[in-house]
């Protein structure tokens, strides 16, 4: 029997477990390429309000979503464009969490 560290059966549950779109996931697409994508509507609640207000009526629609390392390719960086299922977002925030991208994405909605 071949022993494996913990980072390595964390690694063979990203796709396996945590990122399966029968399980946790669903399909979505990401810049053009489809991947298994979490998006976590609880954690971004916890992290802040889903809406934020502005002065001019304009309110910032943000989502949070988990994404294959492997998958996505390199963590886009601050302030860069992301497109998902067709509509524009701002990263506001992404964390490469073991082989699991966090990617926080906003936009602006009238």
């Known amino acids: 029997m ?9 690694q063979a549950d990203v796709s ?14 990401i810049n053009g390429k489809e991947m298994a994508v979490q998006v976590d509507s609880n ?3 916890e ?6 207000q502005n002065m001019d009526g304009i309110y910032k629609n943000q989502k949070l979503i988990y994404i294959s390392a492997a998958d996505f390719g390199p963590l886009p960086k601050q302030g860069s464009l992301l497109i998902m299922d067709k509509r524009s977002y701002r990263v506001a925030d992404a964390i490469d969490e073991d082989g699991i991208y966090s990617i926080t994405l906003e936009a602006n909605r009238a």
């Open 43 to 45: 954690e971004q609640i």
């Open 47 to 52: 992290r802040e309000k889903r809406y934020n």
């Open 2 to 10: 071949v022993k494996r560290s913990f980072k390595e059966l964390v």
């Open 16 to 29: 396996g477990v945590f990122l399966r779109p029968d399980e946790f996931a669903d399909l979505h697409t």
